[in-house]
């Protein structure tokens, strides 16, 4: 018989106590339980700013089976970029003709997506441009838009779910000229600190174990240890001033409510695609699969505090901060950050309506079908303002992803007024919980193609897999 949660629970457990980790080991509420404090200082992933190769901005990245230690003394097996787990930071820069060089050195196929990346299809890294064991492709264009957080991911049929699972995820850090004059933190782990949130459950050996039941690719498949950037019970110290933190939510399919512990107040600066147009003041944050949050959190006056940054959902622990080092270079965030286009309502010249479902566990849809990579299921007129009107019909939570570009949220179930001031960013992921309607405009803009579609789906990865995508092209 399979094992279910507890018995992983407990596996993990006793693998705690059997490292010498000690410390009681039951603590399965809070990651401070079991593992040695000390030693698990938060990973900074690697910051790539591009090798110059006759004016284009070079990045060589090896795709590799390797081993991480997420647990004292053992060697998990894992999926990577570059490194151990996860992959590097890339930083582009507005205008920046690039070329993105992945190699697949595993022993099966795979495919790198920018998700958030304003791209022409066939440098979307998705379903359509499989990497073959042993080969390279590069995906080659010009950055053209606006400052971000965004990342990278595999988008292989019935894939990605595993592959992501496995390690394959890293940042991609858009900046442009007007983000680089405010004050704001912006020193690449230092003040300004990646976080890349995951769950995962682990086998008694210590193994990342990848084997969703058909109950689990029907609720997503939520491990029961939670990880920042490869670390468990991560730790980072940081100093008594504003500090930022670009966030993704890197799980397979766990909706995470995120505050720390003593229920501060920060300011959300931006969402998945650009800026607010002003700090958002907010003391949780709710972010499924895939959304972006940059947050920034003042400090000043917590010299030799230790905040918990949780998820307040399940109250587990993503990272220890530890204010041990004082400083005078302090910023102040500005209260104007940037100012959007936003499309409204009444410049759309269609609807276009889509519906979240499933035919059984195993089985998702959308607008009735399961993803089809022969079938183009929307055709967008180039610059034309649509609506998108997502219907999640099911009583249980999903979200929903569109390549190429982003989208405002006009209305969440009928209202204007539902739409979370936090929310008012650019998006590219919408979250969905059970019986929820989204209004979102949405434009194409810049490249075409009749044959090469992009993507749209729900983006818990493990519904991803099991059919609820669909494919649009750009005409
Ligand atoms: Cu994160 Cu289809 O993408
Ligand atoms: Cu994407
Ligand atoms: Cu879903």
């Known amino acids: 018989m399979k094992r279910r949660n507890f018995l992983k629970l407990s596996t993990v457990t006793s693998l705690w106590l059997l490292t010498g980790c000690g410390g009681g080991g039951t603590n399965s509420s809070g990651v401070d339980g079991g593992l040695a404090n000390s030693t698990n200082k938060l990973t900074i992933p690697p910051l790539l ?11 060589d990245l090896t795709i590799q089976k390797a081993t991480h230690t997420f647990f004292t003394g053992l060697s998990t097996n894992t999926y990577a970029v570059n490194g151990t787990y996860l992959a590097p930071t890339l930083k582009l820069t507005n205008g920046d003709e690039v070329s993105i060089n992945y190699t697949n050195k595993l022993d099966e196929t795979t495919t790198m997506h920018g998700h958030g990346m304003h791209v022409p299809a066939d440098m979307d890294g998705a379903a359509h441009q499989p990497i073959e064991s042993g080969a390279t492709w590069s995906a080659k264009y010009t950055v053209n838009q606006r400052a971000c957080t965004n990342w990278y991911h595999p988008h292989l049929m019935g894939k990605t779910a595993e592959h992501v699972y496995k390690g394959l995820a890293g940042l991609i850090i858009v900046e442009d000229d007007e983000i680089n004059a405010l004050d704001l933190p912006k020193e690449y782990g230092v003040d300004d600190i990646p976080l890349i949130l995951q769950d995962r459950f682990f086998d008694s050996n210590g193994q990342i174990d990848y084997s969703p039941s058909r109950r689990e690719i029907m609720m997503g498949y939520h491990g029961d240890v939670f990880i920042t950037n490869g670390v468990i019970n991560a730790f980072i110290d940081v100093a008594n001033k504003e500090v930022r933190f670009r966030i993704l939510n890197g799980s397979n399919s766990t909706v995470y409510d995120l505050a720390f512990d003593d229920g501060r107040t920060f300011k959300q600066i931006g969402t998945d695609n650009s800026l607010l147009e002003s700090p958002v003041p907010i003391t949780h944050i709710r972010l499924s699969p895939a959304e972006r949050a940059e947050i ?10 230790t905040i918990l940054f949780k998820d307040v959902a399940q109250n587990k622990n993503f990272l220890k901060v530890k204010v041990t080092k004082e400083t005078i270079n302090t910023t102040t965030t500005p209260n104007t950050l940037t100012t959007l ?17 499933a035919s059984g566990p195993g089985d998702f849809r959308i607008n009735g079908v399961s993803m089809n990579m022969s079938v183009i299921n929307e055709r ?5 303002v649509e609506i998108w009107e997502v219907t999640n019909t099911m009583g249980m939570n999903h979200n929903f992803h569109i390549h190429d570009s982003h989208f405002i949220i006009a209305k969440r179930n009928g209202s204007e ?12 992921t919408v979250f969905l919980s059970g019986n929820d309607t989204v209004t979102l405009i949405v434009k194409m803009t810049d490249f075409t193609s ?3 579609p992009y993507m749209y789906h729900c983006h818990f990865l493990e519904h991803e897999d099991a059919g609820m995508m669909g494919q649009f092209t750009v005409e």
Not at 49 to 59: A, H, I, L, R, S
Not at 296 to 305: A, E, I, Q, R, T
Not at 380 to 384: F, R, T
Request: aromatic share 6%; proline share 2%.
């Open 49 to 59: 700013t591009g090798t110059d190769v006759n004016g284009v901005k070079n990045y």
């Open 296 to 305: 920034v959190v003042d400090f000043s006056s917590d010299l030799n505090k």
């Open 341 to 357: 286009n936003r499309h409204t309502l009444d410049q759309a010249v269609r609807t276009r309506t889509f519906s979240l479902s």
């Open 380 to 384: 967008v007129p180039l610059n034309d």
């Open 417 to 428: 007024a539902n739409v979370l001031e936090n929310e008012k960013g650019y998006k590219d």
């Open 450 to 452: 009749s044959t090469k």
